[in-house]
């Protein structure tokens, strides 16, 4: 039989090799999905996967990788810090959602004003929007001691509703006939996150996600803040010894997680959304934590991983329109990533081990009747 046997010290070897050993174990079981749904599993993988970057319509999906990877990167690398030390911020889809509600806000208050103070007011105040939306649960954690898993992703749910209530009321366009949604503010120029380069993909949003990539990497392994965050997750009890304090560092990571979610939104609400609706959010706080495990919570393997997952998302998205295959079996494809990275995961910590059957004592020899005198 097969047993999992406890490892001395984790495997690097093995923690580089599940994600890759996740992403082609994703491809089978999704082709095995796609086959029941009658369709062609070699074609579906190939329609994800190939196609977006050497297919027919690539010089138009190609750019499209950096714009959907922008803000999934710029998210899972504020998440990765809190996840390093043990704080687990799972309602970055709110933080997200409220960047875009502060900043939309901010810069419609200016409307039809045609300033270059505008963009980077708006970005400050969706930034601002996240952290403050992430210090809630964060206070909550300190001052009460409540799970920061409930609150922050219950107030993904406030912020929802919040969502609605700002498309068709304060930030409703007036001139939208009644229509709910905000003005379009990728169409006023001094709030457009418009592409930088054209043809490329590239906007501030995919700028501030490069960014961040290089700072959180410097922090991590040149900076005090990373030394902190790495001992409070792997030892909290040495962390207390270094002189690590609890409060504060649950409050920067949750700060800087919130900030960062809070100005993706900024980002996407000004630029591929372009306008503030009921059905804005689209799951990058959600689809985040994938990437940030899929990534190792690493930085450089952020970047990888949302690039991985945005391609996933443009190829499904064509997969949905040239196969008919249905959005819900995209989901669950994407999600069987989330699912193989962590039953894999377990095999940095553990190893296989056959054992023999177990032996079974015979039973003991029954005791000779005494002879008959």
């Known amino acids: 039989?097969?047993?999992?046997?406890?490892?001395?010290?984790?495997?690097?070897?093995?923690?580089?090799?599940?994600?890759?050993?996740?992403?082609?174990?994703?491809?089978?079981?999704?082709?095995?999905?796609?086959?029941?749904?009658?369709?062609?599993?070699?074609?579906?993988?190939?329609?994800?996967?190939?196609?977006?970057?050497?297919?027919?319509?690539?010089?138009?999906?190609?750019?499209?990788?950096?714009?959907?990877?922008?803000?999934?990167?710029?998210?899972?690398?504020?998440?990765?810090?809190?996840?390093?030390?043990?704080?687990?911020?799972?309602?970055?889809?709110?933080?997200?959602?409220?960047?875009?509600?502060?900043?939309?806000?901010?810069?419609?208050a200016f409307y039809p004003t045609e300033s270059r103070l505008v963009f980077p007011l708006m970005v400050a105040a969706g930034a601002l929007g996240g952290i403050a939306w992430a210090l809630i649960p964060a206070l909550l954690k300190i001052r009460f001691g409540t799970n920061e898993i409930l609150v922050s992703l219950m107030l993904v749910y406030v912020a929802t509703n919040l969502l609605a209530y700002a498309a068709l009321g304060p930030l409703q366009n007036p001139e939208g006939m009644g229509f709910p949604g905000s003005r379009n503010l990728s169409q006023w120029l001094a709030a457009a996150n418009l592409e930088l380069f054209p043809g490329t993909g590239i906007h501030w949003g995919v700028i501030a996600a490069g960014l961040a990539v290089i700072v959180a990497h410097v922090l991590l392994a040149r900076h005090v803040f990373g030394f902190a965050v790495r001992l409070a997750g792997q030892s909290p009890r040495a962390a207390a010894f270094a002189g690590v304090s609890p409060s504060r560092l649950v409050l920067a990571c949750m700060a800087m997680s919130g900030g960062l979610a809070g100005a993706a939104g900024l980002f996407e609400v000004t630029g591929p959304a372009g306008q503030i609706s009921i059905d804005f959010n689209v799951g990058y706080g959600f689809t985040a934590i994938i990437v940030a495990f899929l990534g190792r919570l690493h930085p450089v393997g952020i970047l990888l991983a949302g690039l991985l997952m945005a391609l996933t998302y443009i190829g499904g998205e064509m997969a949905q329109l040239q196969l008919s295959l249905p959005a819900a079996a995209i989901q669950l494809f994407q999600g069987m990533l989330l699912f193989f990275l962590l039953a894999m995961d377990v095999l940095t910590q553990f190893r296989l081990r056959w054992k023999g059957a177990p032996v079974v004592p015979a039973p003991a020899a029954a005791a000779a009747p005494q002879e008959a005198s």
């Open 1 to 108: 039989m097969i047993v999992l046997e406890k490892r001395p010290n984790p495997s690097r070897a093995w923690a580089f090799a599940t994600p890759v050993l996740a992403v082609i174990a994703t491809m089978i079981a999704g082709g095995l999905l796609f086959a029941a749904l009658g369709k062609d599993p070699v074609l579906a993988i190939r329609t994800i996967f190939w196609d977006p970057l050497f297919g027919d319509f690539a010089s138009y999906t190609r750019p499209q990788l950096l714009i959907k990877a922008g803000p999934l990167i710029l998210i899972a690398v504020g998440l990765s810090f809190g996840f390093r030390a043990g704080i687990w911020n799972i309602g970055a889809e709110g933080q997200y959602i409220l960047g875009a509600l502060t900043g939309a806000a901010v810069g419609l």
